[in-house]
């Protein structure tokens, strides 16, 4: 996989989040727009915002509770993708479209499983694979997430969970700070039983 000329992690996680979604898409036949009058969403400023599935709305992604949300966020949609052995479940908000047509990520949180997700440092090897950083210079800070042991970025942070589970939050940090990040981090964790 080759550096992205940019230079940007977002680029090629969010080329597979796509290129993936559209033949997901593209194979059930669902490439249909609607007006947001005829689905009675009103849109505002500009921005069209789709109803929240059940799962949204109950605030659970793959067994992950979400308690926590910056305030200002826009839509939900979610993902499942996997990428050298590793299932991600995601949900990704954005806002949009602005004024010429694009749309901005303002969060995104996922969960990541696979046998190779043994502890935090292969997390990290993995994510520095994923995310085409070099590991050696990729500036990460220690911090606890909750009860987990976990990296943070500038824009970013994830988490060891336990043996092949993981999860990852990042967040437009022009417009949140980090502790949003953290604080919605900490939010997003396996749900308890009992």
Sequence with gaps: MSRSSLGSRVVP???RIVI???VVLASFGVWTTSPA????IEPRSGYAVAPPSTEQRACTLDGFVIEHL???IGAPTDFEYEWEDVSFHSRVWETGPDPEGAYKVDLTVKTMRGEKLSDLEELKAFLAE???KDP???DLRPVKVGEYDGLVADDEVFYF???GVAAEVS???ERFSEQDLLDTATGFHPETTG
């Design 171 to 173: 967040l437009d940090r």
């Design 70 to 72: 910056p305030a200002g």
């Design 161 to 163: 969970v336990s043996p």
């Design 136 to 138: 050696e210079t990729w």
């Design 37 to 40: 009058a005829a689905s009675g």
């Design 20 to 22: 993936g979604s559209a």
């Design 130 to 132: 994923y995310e085409e």
């Design 13 to 15: 996680s969010t080329r």
